[in-house]
C-alpha cells in the first residue's frame, strides 16, 4: 500500500464496491505483443456522442494483458452471458494449473481491428485504445468502439457481493398500484426455495382464476424482492425481518434428521445431537438454513463435520439417500424416497431448538390489493389445519 493510504476505509471502499452489481467482461487483445485477456468488471461507456462511441476499461497492472493491450492498441470487450461463468473463472485464473492457454476454453473469431472476439458472447465491442492513465494499480484505457456484436438472446452475467449471478426483470410499483386500482387480477408472491414445493402448488389453484407469478429464492432473494417492489408478498422464516415489513405468523417447522435406510441410527426412535458427533453432515447451504441447522448442533457443543453442502433440497436428500451422510431438515416432503428412488428415513431431533417460524411479509407502508388479502386468508387457514 502506498503513503498515506487509510486500510480503514480501503476496506470500507472495497466492502463498498463489492455490492455494486456490474458486469462480467472478459478483455482480450492480440498484435505485435502478442495474444492475452484477461477477466474485469470495472468497463463503461464513456460518450455515445464522440465521432466514434467512447468508453473506458480499467485493467490491473500486474495482468500481463495490460502491456500487451497498450502495446497492441486494440481491444475487444466481450460482455458474458449469464451461462459464461466458466470463461469468466478461466481468464481470472482460477484454472490456471489444469489450463495452460487461457483462449482454449471457448470458440473465438478475429474482430475487424484483429482483437480477438469470443464467438457468442452476450455483447461485444471491438476497439481501438485511444489513451491509458495509470492511477494506483490499474491502467485506465479510453477506447474508441470500432463495431459492435449484439446477441439476439442471452442474459448477463452479473457480478455482486463476491458472486455470480444474473438479471431479473423488476416490474416494480407501476404493476403493483395496477393490481391495486383492480386493472389486473396477477399476483406476485415470492416463496423460499425450500418449503415452497410443499405450500405453493396447492395455494395457486385455491386461489381460481387469479394468476399467480412466483419468485423462488433464499431469505436475502424474497427479501430484497419486497423492498424493490417487484413482489407484493412472500413466505419466508422470520428473520432479519425490521420494522419495514408487516408479518402474518403462520406456524413452526420442527428440525429433524434425515438418514439414509440403512444408516444404524435408523434403529432408534429419536436421534439427539450427540449422536451426530462423529457422524459426516449432509448440508443445506442456503441462508438462514445453514446457519439455522449448524447452530442446532453448536448449542449443543457439538461441531458439525460437514462433508458436502449443497444449496439444492433435492441434491442434499439425493446425498443422504446414497449414504454419504445425514442431514438436518425443517422441511418434510409427503415422499420418503429420493429423486433417483432409494429410501430415506426421518427420527425426530431430541432437545429443544431454536424457533424456526414461517411467515407470511410485505411491505409496512403498503396496502395489500384484494388478490394478496385473499391469498393471506388462504394461508392463514392452510396453517390453521396443520
Known sequence: MGVGIDPKVREKFLGGMSQAACTVNVVSTDGPAGRAGVTVSAMASVSADTELPTMLVCVHHLSPAAAKIVQNGVLCVNVLRDDQSYISDVFAGRFRDEIGDKFECTEWVTASTGAPRIADPLVAFDCKLLSSEKVGTHHIFLCEVRDIHLSRHGSPLIYANRSYGSSNRIEGASSLRAALAGETARLVIGCFHTFGPYLMPSLIREMGGIGVKLIEGDHRRLRES??????????????????????????????????????????????????????????????????????????????????????????????????????????KPASDMSYDGLNLVTRPLTGRHRENRIVLAHRAERELSPAARHFADLCARRFAKQ
Request: proline fraction near 7%.
Open 226 to 331: 419486497l423492498l424493490a417492489g417487484e413482489s407484493e408478498l412472500a413466505l419466508l422464516y422470520d428473520f432479519d425481518l425490521g420494522e419495514e415489513f408487516e408479518k402474518l405468523s403462520l406456524g413452526e417447522l420442527t428440525p429433524y434428521v434425515l438418514l439414509a435406510a440403512d444408516h444404524p441410527l435408523c434403529h432408534q426412535s429419536e436421534v439427539a445431537p450427540e449422536d451426530l458427533a462423529a457422524e459426516p453432515m449432509i448440508l443445506l447451504d442456503a441462508p438462514p438454513s445453514r446457519d439455522y441447522f449448524t447452530g442446532i448442533l453448536e448449542d449443543a457443543g457439538i461441531k458439525p463435520l460437514i462433508a458436502y453442502r449443497s444449496i439444492s433440497f433435492e441434491m442434499v436428500r439425493g446425498m443422504v439417500a446414497h449414504g454419504l451422510g445425514y442431514s438436518i431438515l425443517a422441511t
